[in-house]
């Protein structure tokens, strides 16, 4: 079954209509930290309980769930979890927190992070330079080193998933800096008064 999806102007559109919108967005909380929609509550991708967001579902008169990422990837593999948990109605948010906001929706920003793909790019160099560095320096089998990042990112791409980032996500420096006790729960947004202006 394929992912439901919404535009980021459809998106705003339905915000705009209904204050009690209910948005996770399963980035980092050092990313969330940077920028998010203002109606989102965080829960990472690596902490995301399926059976709680249900159970907290449970009494929500069957609402969609809409779920933000950076780009969609985390977002759409976050959508298929709560799908296997019986979560017919997660949608995933195209283009992600960016693309909301050019669409006009009112998003909090603090101090800037690196996001998750980017600190995937700089590992994985850094393990391919030293690699390279290693096999030409100490020993030529160090050159498996490189090629086991390669065998990674191929695997990455082709099933949308990557270890790396999975290993990135659990560092502190991502885990720091929560916005509040309720960022890792499922509320919404209209128990708070931070919904779309209209």
């Known amino acids: 079954m394929s992912t439901s999806t919404i535009s980021p102007a459809e998106f705003a559109q339905v915000c705009r209509e209904d204050r009690g919108v209910e948005l996770i967005d399963v980035r980092t909380p050092a990313e969330f930290r940077e920028v998010h929609l203002r109606m989102a509550k965080n829960i990472p991708l690596g902490e995301l309980d399926t059976a709680a967001v249900m159970k907290q ?43 909301c906001f050019e669409a006009g929706m009112p998003v909090d920003r603090g101090p800037k992070a690196i996001s998750l793909e980017r600190q995937v790019r700089i590992a994985a160099g850094a393990i391919v330079l030293i690699g390279a560095a290693l096999a030409g320096f100490v020993h030529p089998a160090f050159i498996g080193l490189c090629a086991f990042v390669g065998a990674g ?38 128990n708070d008064n931070s919904g779309v202006q209209q």
């Open 153 to 190: 990112l191929m695997f990455a791409g082709i099933t949308d998933t990557c270890g790396m980032g999975i290993v990135l996500s659990r560092m502190p420096w991502n885990r720091s800096g929560q916005c509040g006790p309720s960022s890792c729960s499922l509320r919404t947004a209209g």
């Open 57 to 99: 579902r449970a009494s929500g008169g069957g609402k969609p769930l809409y779920v933000i990422c950076r780009s969609g990837g985390r977002a759409r593999q976050a959508c298929d979890l709560l799908r296997k948990a019986g979560c017919e109605d997660a949608i995933l948010v195209e283009g992600g927190t960016e693309a």
